[in-house]
């Protein structure tokens, strides 16, 4: 299971992205986690439908540990990647510790930073569903 990095005393605003790493379409999804200051990086900010926790997708981080994500989140990483380049990233399910309750109460009261401060948000609904063409 993953292992999460503490955020360094001292780090103003403290923020871990998550960069996707290259991949074909039916390729594992594989990820990295970094540290930072929110004040100092760029990365696109991902709202997105959790969904259901059942039958989730292991994705792979760069040191080899597996992470279950929900078919929703594993579903718009898919689709979000690069076949050529890393993608810098913000989902809350990953970026933050969520087992971390002192964590995840500063992440959660920082959101609306993190979200103001994102280069773009991506909005990720879930798949093509009966009569979603209608909307």
Known sequence: MLTYENFPAGLKQPVRLLYLHPGKRTEQIQFSLKLYSLLSCQYEALSYTWGSVENPVI??????????ATRSLASVFFRLRYPDKQRALWADAICINQDDKEEKGQQVNNMFNIYHRASQVLIWLGEIANNSKRA
Do not use: D, R, Y
């Not at 792979?60 to 279950?68: D, I, T």
């Open 59 to 68: 994705i792979k981080s760069n040191a080899g540990e597996s992470f279950l």
